[in-house]
């Protein structure tokens, strides 16, 4: 396997910590010190955790892709749907939280996990493309 390959790995991986670094701007200029001290999961713990799904997806899916382009878009259905049950899990004691800023901390939950999921779709969409 070649290193080029896993363009798409290291293009996420530059994205995500773009989006992470502009996201952890808006909090620090926007939102007070008691929201980021009663969050469930930090910024970092997100992206992180996102991030490893998404490596993980797009690692199995170039695998996938150079063995056979006929099962990739099953491979990401599977795997995708994988992510959001753990996300659901995950997300169980953000549900759950009863403090002042728990609607705030769902919605930063789920711009995270679409922002990784755009990601995903969109270099999927890509390594699909690149076959025909």
Same mark, same amino acid.
């Given at each position: =396997? ?36 009663? =969050? ?11 991030? *490893? ?8 899916? &170039? ?20 992510? =959001?049950?753990?996300?659901?899990? *995950? ?20 711009? &995270?996990? &679409?922002?990784?999921?755009? &990601?995903? $779709?969109?270099? $999927?969409?890509? =390594? ?5």
């Amino acid at each position: =396997m070649k290193i080029v390959s896993f363009k798409p790995v290291f293009f996420s991986l530059v994205v995500s910590l773009i989006l992470f670094f502009i996201h952890k701007l808006v909090f620090k200029l926007v939102c007070p010190n008691v929201f980021l001290n009663e =969050m469930v999961y930090s910024l970092e713990e997100l992206y992180g955790l996102f991030f *490893l799904f998404t490596a993980v997806i797009l690692f199995v899916l &170039i695998v996938i892709n150079q063995k056979g382009v006929d099962n990739v878009g099953f491979a990401y259905l599977f795997l995708t749907g994988g992510k =959001m049950l753990i996300a659901y899990v *995950l997300m169980q004691p953000i549900l759950n939280a009863k403090h002042a800023f728990a609607f705030s901390e769902k919605i930063n939950f789920f711009v &995270i996990f &679409i922002l990784f999921l755009i &990601i995903e $779709t969109v270099l $999927t969409i890509r =390594m699909l493309n690149n076959k025909q």
